[in-house]
């Protein structure tokens, strides 16, 4: 069973915007948080944003100013606004949950599949 599906991914022109979905179980909502990440070709997957269970929500510096994101608790959807994009923030953006490790730490732990985000110009 998919716990995690993103969507809202696409082309669009270097400046434009768009805004990526990911709803989750009703289970997911008892971890340490959620958030974004995303991989480019023959890069490591790397963190956008991610939101604390206390609402706490980090940026990566690249993205800051230019990407938001948001968590409706009623409806179980994460979201990333995405605005002014550039060709370097192409890449497949995952959704995921963070839950606490072994070593209690906030780390993401339950996967989606991915949405390719595609900036050209």
């Known amino acids: 069973q998919v716990q995690l599906q993103e969507s809202g991914g696409g082309s669009v022109e270097v400046g434009g915007s768009l805004q990526l979905s990911c709803p989750f179980a009703?289970?997911?909502?008892?971890?340490?948080?959620m958030g974004w990440f995303r991989q480019a070709p023959g890069t490591e997957r790397d963190l956008v944003s991610t939101?604390?269970?206390?609402?706490?929500?980090t940026y990566a510096d690249s993205v800051k100013g230019r990407f938001t994101l948001s968590q409706d608790d009623v409806k179980k959807v994460l979201y990333l606004q995405m605005n002014s994009l550039q060709i370097e923030d192409t890449a497949v953006y995952y959704c995921?949950?963070?839950?606490?490790?072994?070593?209690?730490?906030?780390?993401?732990?339950?996967w989606g599949q991915g949405t390719q985000v595609t900036v050209t110009s």
């Open positions: 939101i604390s269970q206390d609402g706490t929500i």
């Open positions: 995921a949950a963070l839950f606490e490790d072994s070593s209690l730490r906030c780390v993401p732990q339950v």
């Open positions: 009703r289970y997911i909502f008892s971890g340490c948080g």
